[in-house]
């Protein structure tokens, strides 16, 4: 088996194989209409506007995923588990499925299989969501207890199993791309190289798990995969939504056959009366095109049509933000200083659409670091706020901007609130990791979302919060490794309830929150981005990809370059307006953390320009991604990305320089890609905005653009408009 990642860093596997972390209703009636369906999606997999409409390669097909529900194949069926011992081939295959299928809108249709053992009255229920706009099918688990006795243990449960029949002579390797995910540590920067792109080429006989760290989704290792066919021209995008700790493995038999399994990590569990679980999601899509480039863009405008919050039947497009913390540290915002930011900005007509207070805001001690010591107390501090938030919220919507606020439910820290008077609601780790033992000394908490009493109060408590104090985008934040509290002292027959419970209860809180404020935003930034999954995706935005290496170029440039073919918006935004800054943190998602306490005329019309900039080009980095360059590191090498939008016929394409990198004698040319060839193109420089030149698609993709450089490091970014 080789591993490899495409830069100087080799990706490593451990003795145990694992790759990332710890090692730990109608009725169908008619054959007719089930066969539409399948056809349609067969010729959804088939069609040439996903690539060379070449006929689908037998393992390439969704349609292996959605006949078995649509069909009742339950042997076929791609999920497993274990129910008293008995593999659940054999005991489904003794329950008769009743199925329903629904519309759920113009593009998805919804197939509910429900099984039910008339002996325990055990119900499994696999959801399908298959979807007509792309070749792409979702489904998850659920297991209710409708007797009045403990149900047979569960375990081994996989939401996903599934054998791709590859052959050891069509496909003697197998390359499993994926990236890292965020707090890696780096070899030079903590936190530089998260995002990193790597791959595991699988031979016949290989295999390989993958495992995040720490009960978060992306920690380490992002929850997503692409499956290459022998000529990269077509294959499969894997996506599993679960905000805990998963497992993924691939193996392949000495024939060469592929096997997918994923799911929770561990689950070992007999379900009480009454009651209900859920498993980990899972999204699969095929995709074919040139390269796979083509096939991340398929991937990107899935995930925004269908796994993006919406505001009024349309995806959310992230806010450019004005965030204060740049200059005024948490502990020190006040009423007024935020006042006089948001009415500075205002005044020099700054366009930003969301005012960003992070954490701080509550009582906490002065000094810096002094935020994170009362977690658990969720009042505005009385000294600093005495009339709340409400007068922040009520400025900043006159002014047409949101209200983004942060908070850390999860984390109750000493002589807090929630730590006085609901201990019965806290979890205790069992130890804590290595580089958390601050996190021992300090006592930290987990306010167990799968208590029910504790999950209703922070519904009730936070969906009033937010409606009294005016706030329109909720940040939440959690600084802990969950896997630690979830399973200290687990009882042996409810292995993996405290994970899966805690889980169900943090999508709970979220749905509840938007439910009962309509037009509520939520951010999940977590711990340094690590709570990236489809299931978050799908409720609320990233604002911070992460942490790690923030604000600085290199870094930023190399996670734009990461994360993007992954995530439909990416991008950080800047604390410098110096060009090159700047612009390393460009994308749909922008925070400009300028000094909004200023006196100085220059500074706010030079932010005024470079953020009408940043707005004009939105819209264009919400579009398709094409790296141009590779993922790198380097300060010897250049960099260099698109975006396009052929719906609007334009692209932005950015060039970075770096401290060492060398110029060729003959010039840096990047060739843009996704143009039409037979059309011309406006190209304009953006540091040269009056000297437009005009050349057709062909000759751009072909020849490139010309990109010189006087200085270094410097930048450049291009604006290509389709005429």
């Known amino acids: 088996m080789r591993l490899a990642s495409r830069s100087p860093l080799e990706a490593k596997i451990s003795s145990a194989r694992e790759i990332g972390g710890r090692l730990s209703d109608p009725f169908i009636s008619s054959s007719a209409f089930r066969l539409g369906i399948i056809a349609w999606i067969l010729s959804l997999a088939l069609s040439a506007s996903w690539g060379t409409g070449k006929p689908a390669e037998t393992w390439e097909s969704v349609d292996r995923v959605v006949q078995p529900f649509l069909e009742k194949q339950v042997d076929k069926l791609p999920f497993t588990f274990r129910l008293g011992g008995t593999s659940s081939r054999d005991v489904l295959a003794k329950w008769k499925p009743a199925t329903e299928v629904k519309e759920l809108d113009a593009q998805r249709t919804k197939v509910t299989m429900k099984f039910t053992d008339p002996a325990t009255q055990l119900e499994v229920r696999a959801e399908a969501v298959i979807y007509r706009d792309f070749p792409a099918a979702e489904w998850v688990l659920w297991f209710r207890n409708g007797s009045e006795k403990p149900a047979p243990l569960l375990e081994e449960v996989k939401p996903l199993e599934l054998t791709l029949p590859t052959s050891a002579a069509a496909e003697p390797v197998l390359d499993v791309n994926y990236n890292r995910g965020t707090n890696v540590k780096g070899e030079s920067l903590p936190g530089a190289d998260e995002f990193q792109p790597a791959l595991v080429s699988l031979r016949p006989g290989e295999r390989c798990t993958f495992v995040p760290y720490g009960g978060r989704p992306s920690d380490r290792v992002l929850p997503f995969f692409r499956f290459d066919s022998r000529n990269r021209k077509s294959g499969l995008f894997l996506g599993i939504g679960w905000t805990g700790e998963w497992a993924a493995t691939f193996v392949r038999d000495d024939a060469g056959a592929t096997s997918l399994t994923a799911g929770i990590r561990q689950m070992k569990a007999s379900l009480q009366p009454g009651e209900e679980i859920r498993t980990p999601s899972i999204l699969l899509m095929t995709w074919r095109g040139q390269d796979p480039d083509d096939g991340h863009n398929q991937f990107r405008r899935l995930l925004l049509e269908h796994f993006t919050p919406r505001i009024g039947g349309k995806p959310v497009v992230p806010p450019i933000s004005a965030g204060v913390h740049g200059v005024i540290p948490f502990e020190k915002t006040t009423e007024a200083n935020l006042l006089e930011c948001i009415a500075n900005i205002s005044t020099h007509g700054l366009p930003v659409d969301n005012f960003w207070v992070d954490a701080g805001w509550y009582t906490c001690p002065p000094e810096a670091s002094g935020w994170d010591k009362t977690t658990g107390s969720w009042t505005p501090d009385p000294v600093r706020f005495p009339n709340g938030l409400r007068p922040i919220a009520e400025a900043a919507k006159?002014?047409?901007?949101?209200?983004?606020?942060?908070?850390?439910?999860?984390?109750?820290?000493?002589?807090?609130?929630?730590?006085?008077?609901?201990?019965?609601?806290?979890?205790?780790?069992?130890?804590?990791?290595?580089?958390?033992?601050?996190?021992?000394?300090?006592?930290?908490?987990?306010?167990?979302?799968?208590?029910?009493?504790?999950?209703?109060?922070?519904?009730?408590?936070?969906?009033?919060?937010?409606?009294?104090?005016?706030?329109?985008?909720?940040?939440?934040?959690?600084?802990?490794?969950?896997?630690?509290?979830?399973?200290?002292?687990?009882?042996?027959?409810?292995?993996?309830?405290?994970?899966?419970?805690?889980?169900?209860?943090?999508?709970?809180?979220?749905?509840?929150?938007?439910?009962?404020?309509?037009?509520?935003?939520?951010?999940?930034?977590?711990?340094?981005?690590?709570?990236?999954?489809?299931?978050?995706?799908?409720?609320?935005?990233?604002?911070?990809?992460?942490?790690?290496?923030?604000?600085?170029?290199?870094?930023?440039?190399?996670?734009?370059?990461?994360?993007?073919?992954?995530?439909?918006?990416?991008?950080?935004?800047?604390?410098?307006?110096?060009?090159?800054?700047?612009?390393?943190?460009?994308?749909?998602?922008?925070?400009?953390?300028?000094?909004?306490?200023?006196?100085?005329?220059?500074?706010?019309?030079?932010?005024?320009?470079?953020?009408?900039?940043?707005?004009?080009?939105?819209?264009?980095?919400?579009?398709?991604?094409?790296?141009?360059?590779?993922?790198?590191?380097?300060?010897?090498?250049?960099?260099?990305?698109?975006?396009?939008?052929?719906?609007?016929?334009?692209?932005?394409?950015?060039?970075?320089?770096?401290?060492?990198?060398?110029?060729?004698?003959?010039g840096y040319r990047v060739r843009p890609k996704g143009l039409d060839p037979k059309a011309s193109y406006t190209v304009t420089d953006a540091d040269m905005p009056s000297q437009s030149t005009r050349i057709s698609g062909e000759i751009l993709m072909k020849e490139g653009l010309e990109t010189s450089f006087s200085q270094k490091p410097q930048s450049a970014l291009f604006i290509l408009q389709k005429k």
């Open 398 to 666: 006159k002014c047409g901007m949101d209200f983004l606020l942060w908070f850390e439910p999860e984390r109750v820290m000493p002589k807090t609130w929630l730590a006085e008077n609901h201990p019965d609601w806290l979890l205790e780790p069992a130890d804590f990791l290595p580089e958390r033992k601050y996190q021992k000394d300090a006592n930290f908490r987990l306010l167990d979302f799968g208590n029910p009493a504790a999950l209703a109060w922070a519904k009730e408590y936070f969906s009033n919060f937010v409606h009294d104090q005016g706030v329109t985008i909720f940040r939440m934040d959690s600084n802990l490794h969950t896997i630690l509290y979830w399973q200290n002292n687990e009882p042996s027959d409810r292995v993996g309830m405290r994970e899966t419970r805690h889980v169900m209860g943090l999508y709970d809180f979220w749905d509840t929150l938007v439910d009962k404020n309509p037009g509520l935003k939520i951010d999940v930034c977590s711990g340094t981005g690590s709570r990236i999954d489809f299931e978050v995706m799908r409720r609320a935005m990233n604002l911070t990809r992460t942490d790690g290496a923030w604000w600085k170029p290199v870094p930023d440039q190399a996670k734009t370059l990461g994360h993007a073919p992954w995530a439909p918006h990416t991008g950080i935004g800047a604390i410098s307006d110096a060009p090159y800054e700047f612009r390393s943190g460009l994308g749909a998602i922008f925070g400009a953390n300028f000094n909004y306490l200023s006196k100085n005329e220059a500074d706010w019309q030079r932010w005024k320009t470079l953020l009408a900039q940043v707005k004009d080009l939105r819209e264009t980095y919400c579009g398709d991604f094409y790296p141009l360059t590779a993922w790198s590191l380097a300060e010897e090498d250049l960099v260099a990305w698109e975006y396009h939008r052929p719906d609007l016929g334009k692209s932005v394409v950015q060039v970075f320089r770096r401290s060492q990198a060398r110029i060729p004698p003959e």
